[in-house]
C-alpha cells in the first residue's frame, strides 16, 4: 500500500475517534446545562416560596447583603448541585447555598444537622461579619421560624407552638374599708365608703331599668324630712316591673317589714351582696341559686315609701358602697 493510501486509511481511522470524543464533550455540555437549569428552577422555587409567604420586602435585605458580598456563585451553585447529587436532602443543600452566598464556608459534620432552621443555626459555620449580619436580620425578623424548608423525604421540624398572647391582668381586689369623713370632711355612717371597689364580678346587670329618683348619700328625707344618709340607690319604675339578679349568686334571705316591705339579699362571689327592698312579691327563696339578669323580684311600693321603686344596696366586705358605680343608668 502506497504512502497515499495509508495516510487516507489512518485518517479514516481517526474520524469515529474524532466524533466520539466531540460527541461525548457535547453530552457534557448538555448535562451542565441540564444540572444549571435545575440549579436556577430550584432557586426560583426557593424565591417563590418566600415570596409566597410574605417576606419578600425582608428578603430584599439579605440579597442586598448578599449581592454587597464577594460571593463565587458558580462555585455556590455547583457545590449545591454536587450536594443534591450525592443524595443531601433539600434542606441541607439550601442551608449550605444560603449560608454560600451570605459569605460563609460550611464546615461538613460527621451527622447530619437535626433541623437547617431552628431559632439557632446548629451547624457548625464561619460566617463573615456581612452574612452574620444577614443571619441576624433573618432571625430578628422571623424569616427563619416562618420560613418552611422541608422536602419529601425529610423528617418534619419539631417547632415549639407559639405562645397565647398574655392576657391582660386584672385589677387587683382590694377589701373595703370603711371611711369615717367624707372629703369635705362631713362624718359618715358606719360601714360606709364612697370609695370605688373592684368587685371582681365575671358579670353584672342593671336590676331594672327605670330613673334615679335617689342617690347613695346625704339627703333631706321625703318621709321625715330630716337631713339623713341614703345608703342605697332608689330606682323609679312601675308596679310589677320584673328586677333581674345583679350577678349571679345564692338567696341570703328574704323577708318582709314595715320599713322594707318584701325584701331580699343576695350573696355574690368575692363577699359581695345586693338587697332590694319595697317589692310587691318575691319570686325566689332562702338558699335558691340565680344566675345574673334572673328575674327574683317585682317592683313595689311595699313598706315605708311615697311611691313605686326598687331600693337597691350594694356591699362588699361588709362595707356599703354605691350602687351608682357598678349600674349604669341614666
Known amino acids: 500500500m502506497d504512502g497515499a493510501s495509508r495516510r487516507g486509511a489512518a485518517a479514516r481511522g481517526r474520524r469515529p475517534a474524532q466524533r ?10 448538555e448535562g451542565e446545562r441540564r444540572r444549571l437549569i435545575q440549579l436556577v428552577v430550584s432557586l426560583a422555587l426557593f424565591l417563590l416560596v418566600y415570596i409566597g409567604r410574605g ?14 458580598a464577594n460571593v463565587d456563585f458558580k462555585a455556590a451553585f455547583q457545590r449545591f448541585s454536587g450536594d443534591l447529587s450525592r443524595g443531601e436532602p433539600m434542606a441541607g443543600a439550601l442551608e449550605a447555598l444560603c449560608v454560600t452566598l451570605m459569605g460563609g464556608d460550611v464546615e461538613e459534620e460527621p451527622s447530619p444537622s437535626p433541623s437547617p432552621f431552628e431559632d439557632e443555626l446548629q451547624m457548625p459555620v464561619r460566617l463573615s461579619h456581612t452574612s452574620r449580619m444577614g443571619l ?3 432571625n430578628e425578623h422571623g424569616i427563619l421560624a416562618k420560613a418552611d424548608f422541608s422536602s419529601k423525604g425529610d423528617e418534619p421540624v419539631d417547632r415549639e407552638p407559639e405562645s397565647a398572647p398574655p392576657e391582660a391582668s386584672q385589677p387587683a381586689l382590694m377589701t373595703a374599708v370603711a371611711q369615717e369623713y367624707t372629703d369635705d370632711g362631713v362624718k359618715l355612717p358606719q360601714n360606709v365608703s364612697l370609695a370605688f371597689y373592684e368587685l371582681g364580678l365575671s358579670e353584672t346587670a342593671v336590676p331594672v331599668n327605670g330613673t334615679v329618683t335617689s342617690g347613695f348619700g346625704y339627703r333631706d328625707s321625703p318621709i321625715n324630712g330630716k337631713n339623713e344618709f341614703h345608703l342605697a340607690l332608689d330606682i323609679g319604675a312601675e308596679d310589677g316591673v320584673e328586677i333581674g339578679a345583679f350577678a349571679a349568686g345564692t338567696v341570703e334571705y328574704i323577708g318582709e317589714s314595715d320599713e322594707f316591705g318584701k ?4 350573696s355574690h362571689a ?7 327592698a319595697h317589692c310587691s312579691k318575691l319570686l325566689v327563696h332562702k338558699g335558691d ?23 337597691l344596696t350594694i356591699e362588699k366586705d361588709n362595707i356599703r358602697l354605691d350602687p351608682a358605680y357598678y349600674v349604669d343608668l341614666p
Request: glycine share 10%; net charge positive; charged share 10%.
Open 270 to 276: 368575692n363577699n359581695v351582696s345586693s338587697f332590694y
Open 289 to 311: 341559686q340565680v344566675a345574673c339578669g334572673q328575674t327574683v323580684a317585682l317592683v313595689g311600693h311595699t313598706g315605708n315609701v311615697t311611691g313605686s321603686h326598687l331600693h
Open 20 to 29: 466520539a470524543k466531540r460527541s461525548a464533550q457535547n453530552g457534557g455540555a
Open 136 to 138: 441576624d436580620y433573618l
Open 263 to 266: 325584701y331580699l339579699k343576695v
Open 55 to 68: 417576606v419578600f420586602p425582608a428578603q430584599l435585605e439579605v440579597w442586598r447583603t448578599v449581592a454587597a
